[in-house]
């Protein structure tokens, strides 16, 4: 047992690890962890831990002011009178903490001889001096477990403090006991029902409702559950036998409290054979909101496991601390739409990849979820790092296959890494990673990217409704593959499910946009302008161009009038106005095809950008083009012809009756090669 208990937020890891070491150096034992979740299977062992220790101190600050686990650590230890606070800002402390002496450690940043700092050994030697019943304080020594690293973003560690040897020797265990592989963990996920901490009915419906909830989704996401019936089972003495007899490895847990009007969901991920937190996190939200935050919640634990599934499989013997590395990776993934929402957060879940690369080195996966990020917030970057990420995402995908020649994301972060132009080399590397796996869902998404450029919008909506299983909740695929339908014709199928999106995520741009797009292509001018008034519930995503344009652009289609016609037609042909891709799409809806080839003609010249985007003219918007002969010019140049011819796979329009010229013979007048 130790003298002392620290208490903390994680924010505050840094200064809290100098405070750990100064308490050792004055010959202390100090137990810190990570914050606790009282719901947690393991949180009656640390509760024993802060009964035992000699004293709790308490590290406040803003962070931890708004925990509640700090919180409960705080109560447990006043009830005790064992109570030590210090503050490392000037944050008000809560009642009735703030009713006690706290030590001023804002200025603090490791001196030994700092007043503030004596006045907290003071307190700390007055509660370590006290006499105690040591025989009732320690159990025998033979009963006493090895403790295991635990931690989610940051470490739970038993430091062994005192003088000599003995403690190094101690200490050198532990860590040689958290680096080696685990026992192989069995192969199904045990969800605790979702505790909820306060007792009224609201909150104990909202914690069965998400319990019953996530069982539904990993059970549709293939993950393998043990049935909900047999989970009260694992507890007590036999817990080994247990987990072994139901093949269990992994067990999540969580629960939900009302702060004021808020209601926060915890969540958590444990190795219950090596008494390990491998990930935990917490949201937030109004409580008349709580569909929303249920439904973040189950969007993110899916996508985090999805994201990591190939390092929980038994057969990975990842150590914890690997693990935990690349779950903390998966969900900065998530978190920051896959590193779309902004440069920070971009880098921010690069380096966190990384991280997770460095600790499993041998581990295909760790690579190849790198590789596969790089490769894909690759454009987006400065161009000044735009080479040095390639060479990175390149790397760290061929180190992938040749530890794993099967592993898709390896031949996904390829297949991104390949120019837009070369279709036939894109499909390829995204034909081998289903080969690998055949429902690897991010595999499936980008091959459908591929057949939809290249107008084989099909087979596009296929692949994407194989994708979108994978996480049903999350807009990713799911919004893609609603896109898909909109492409083939399919709108009522594309509404009904951009409807169900949209109830989830009501404050998502891309589906927005979606929905947009299913209004332009069906000419329901009159229900896009609607859509459109909505734009300031997206004023970070949507810029106002692309509102102002699309307004003008669907009045002028719904009056149906020849002179606002002719005077959009007119803006859009003077030079800048519009991008040449959208000046083509809106010319050709407002039915002047002859100055959408001529916009073309124009910008279209000489050898094309290899990472030109050629979607555009397949959407149904861009009909009225595909019907012209002239069409076929427009795709030699950007090498589609060439795709067409050599793979035998034409593009859908090619296969409509009433197409009044043939595919192939507009095609043989386009030899290899760009077409200016």
Same mark, same amino acid.
């Given at each position: 047992?130790?003298?002392?208990?620290?208490?903390?937020?994680?924010?505050?890891?840094?200064?809290?690890?100098?405070?750990?070491?100064?308490?050792?150096?004055?010959?202390?034992?100090?137990?810190?962890?990570?914050?606790?979740?009282p719901h947690n299977r393991f949180a009656s062992a640390i509760e024993n831990e802060i009964r035992n220790a000699r004293a709790v101190l308490v590290v406040w600050s803003e962070t931890a002011v708004q925990s509640q686990w700090v919180r409960a650590e705080a109560e447990l230890a006043r009830a005790q009178d064992k109570l030590i606070q210090v503050a490392l800002d000037q944050s008000s402390i809560p009642l009735p903490f703030n009713q006690f002496h706290v030590a001023d450690l804002s200025r603090w940043r490791g001196d030994g001889d700092d007043a503030q700092w004596q006045k907290v050994l003071s307190s700390v030697s007055h509660f370590v001096q006290e006499p105690r019943d040591e025989a009732a304080a320690f159990p025998p020594a033979q009963q006493t477990p090895v403790p295991r690293t635990m931690s989610s973003s940051r470490s739970r560690r038993w430091l062994p403090l005192g003088?000599?040897?003995?403690?190094?020797?101690?200490? +050198?265990?532990?860590?040689?006991?958290?680096?080696?592989?685990?026992?192989?963990?069995?192969?199904?996920?045990?969800?605790?029902?979702?505790?909820?901490?306060?007792?009224?009915?609201?909150?104990?419906?909202?914690?069965?409702?998400?319990?019953?909830?996530?069982?539904?989704?990993?059970?549709?996401?293939?993950?393998?559950?043990?049935?909900?019936?047999?989970?009260?089972?694992?507890?007590?003495?036999?817990?080994?036998?247990?987990?072994?007899?139901?093949?269990?490895?992994?067990?999540?847990?969580?629960?939900?409290?009302?702060?004021?009007?808020?209601?926060?969901?915890?969540?958590?991920?444990?190795?219950?054979?090596?008494?390990?937190?491998?990930?935990?996190?917490?949201?937030?939200?109004?409580?008349?909101?709580?569909?929303?935050?249920?439904?973040?919640?189950?969007?993110?634990?899916?996508?985090?496991?999805?994201?990591?599934?190939?390092?929980?499989?038994?057969?990975?013997?990842?150590?914890?601390?690997?693990?935990?590395?690349?779950?903390?990776?998966?969900?900065?993934?998530?978190?920051?739409?896959?590193?779309?929402?902004?440069?920070?957060?971009?880098?921010?879940?690069?380096?966190?990849?990384?991280?997770?690369?460095?600790?499993?080195?041998?581990?295909?996966? +760790?690579?190849?979820?790198?590789?596969?990020?790089?490769?894909?917030?690759?454009?987006?970057?400065?161009?000044?790092?735009?080479?040095?990420?390639?060479?990175?995402?390149?790397?760290?995908?061929?180190?992938?296959?040749?530890?794993?020649?099967?592993?898709?994301?390896?031949?996904?972060?390829?297949?991104?890494?390949?120019?837009?132009?070369?279709?036939?080399?894109?499909?390829?590397?995204?034909?081998?990673?289903? +080969?690998?796996?055949?429902?690897?869902?991010?595999?499936?998404?980008?091959?459908?990217?591929?057949?939809?450029?290249?107008?084989?919008?099909?087979?596009?909506?296929?692949?994407?409704?194989?994708?979108?299983?994978?996480?049903?909740?999350?807009?990713?695929?799911?919004?893609?593959?609603?896109?898909?339908?909109?492409?083939?014709?399919?709108?009522?199928?594309?509404?009904?499910?951009?409807?169900?999106?949209?109830?989830?995520?009501? !404050?998502?741009?891309?589906?927005?946009?979606?929905?947009?797009?299913?209004?332009?292509?069906?000419?329901?001018?009159?229900?896009?302008?609607?859509?459109?008034?909505?734009?300031?519930?997206?004023?970070?995503?949507?810029?106002?161009?692309?509102?102002?344009?699309?307004?003008?652009?669907?009045?002028?289609?719904?009056?149906?009038?020849?002179?606002?016609?002719?005077?959009?037609?007119?803006?859009?042909?003077?030079?800048?106005?519009?991008?040449?891709?959208?000046?083509?799409?809106?010319?050709?809806?407002?039915?002047?095809?002859?100055?959408?080839?001529?916009?073309?003609?124009?910008?279209?010249?000489?050898?094309?950008?290899?990472?030109?985007?050629?979607?555009?003219?397949?959407?149904?918007?861009?009909?009225?083009?595909?019907?012209?002969?002239?069409?076929?010019?427009?795709?030699?140049?950007?090498?589609?012809?060439?795709?067409?011819?050599?793979?035998?796979?034409?593009? !859908?329009?090619?296969?409509?009756?009433?197409?009044?010229?043939?595919?192939?013979?507009?095609?043989?007048?386009?030899?290899?090669?760009?077409?200016?």
């Open positions: 047992m130790s003298d002392v208990f620290l208490s903390y937020a994680r924010r505050d890891q840094a200064l809290v690890e100098k405070i750990a070491r100064c308490l050792i150096d004055a010959g202390n034992t100090v137990w810190w962890d990570s914050e606790l979740l003088a000599g040897a003995l403690a190094a020797a101690a200490l +050198a265990t532990t860590l040689i006991l958290n680096r080696h592989p685990p026992e192989s963990r069995g192969q199904r996920i045990a969800i605790q029902p979702f505790r909820s901490i306060g007792g009224t009915s609201r909150l104990q419906g909202y914690a069965t409702q998400l319990s019953t909830s996530l069982q539904n989704d990993l059970t549709q996401a293939q993950f393998q559950t043990v049935p909900s019936t047999e989970v009260e089972a694992i507890q007590g003495d036999q817990l080994a036998r247990q987990l072994k007899s139901l093949d269990v490895g992994l067990m999540f847990s969580g629960a939900v409290q009302e702060r004021g009007t808020d209601v926060t969901v915890s969540m958590q991920l444990d190795d219950p054979v090596q008494h390990a937190t491998l990930w935990t996190a917490e949201m937030a939200g109004k409580a008349e909101s709580f569909d929303q935050i249920q439904t973040r919640v189950r969007a993110l634990t899916i996508a985090v496991l999805n994201c990591s599934a190939q390092g929980l499989v038994p057969g990975a013997r990842l150590t914890d601390d690997a693990l935990q590395a690349f779950l903390h990776a998966c969900e900065l993934s998530e978190t920051a739409d896959h590193g779309m929402v902004d440069q920070r957060s971009a880098f921010a879940m690069l380096d966190a990849m990384r991280k997770a690369a460095q600790a499993a080195p041998d581990f295909a996966a +760790a690579h190849s979820v790198l590789a596969k990020h790089l490769a894909f917030v690759m454009p987006w970057m400065p161009n000044d790092q735009v080479s040095s990420l390639r060479a990175e995402a390149e790397r760290e995908a061929h180190r992938a296959l040749e530890l794993d020649p099967r592993d898709p994301d390896g031949d996904v972060a390829l297949g991104l890494l390949t120019p837009q132009l070369q279709f036939a080399k894109r499909e390829a590397f995204f034909q081998q990673a289903l +080969a690998s796996n055949p429902a690897w869902p991010h595999a499936n998404g980008f091959l459908g990217n591929v057949m939809a450029s290249v107008g084989r919008l099909q087979d596009a909506a296929t692949r994407f409704q194989r994708a979108a299983p994978a996480n049903s909740l999350s807009v990713d695929w799911s919004t893609q593959s609603a896109y898909g339908m909109i492409m083939v014709g399919q709108y009522t199928a594309a509404d009904r499910e951009l409807t169900r999106l949209s109830q989830l995520w009501p !404050d998502h741009a891309s589906i927005w946009r979606t929905q947009l797009e299913s209004m332009i292509a069906q000419g329901r001018w009159g229900d896009g302008l609607k859509l459109l008034d909505r734009a300031n519930d997206f004023p970070t995503s949507v810029t106002t161009e692309f509102v102002e344009s699309n307004r003008r652009l669907l009045s002028v289609l719904q009056s149906n009038g020849t002179r606002p016609r002719e005077a959009l037609r007119d803006n859009l042909l003077a030079t800048g106005s519009a991008h040449p891709r959208t000046a083509i799409s809106q010319l050709t809806m407002l039915g002047f095809i002859d100055d959408a080839f001529a916009i073309a003609q124009k910008e279209f010249q000489g050898n094309p950008d290899p990472w030109s985007d050629t979607e555009f003219l397949f959407r149904p918007e861009t009909a009225a083009l595909r019907r012209d002969p002239r069409f076929m010019a427009l795709a030699a140049h950007f090498g589609l012809a060439d795709y067409w011819r050599s793979s035998g796979h034409w593009a !859908d329009f090619c296969q409509d009756p009433t197409l009044p010229y043939s595919c192939s013979k507009e095609a043989a007048k386009y030899p290899p090669g760009p077409h200016p």
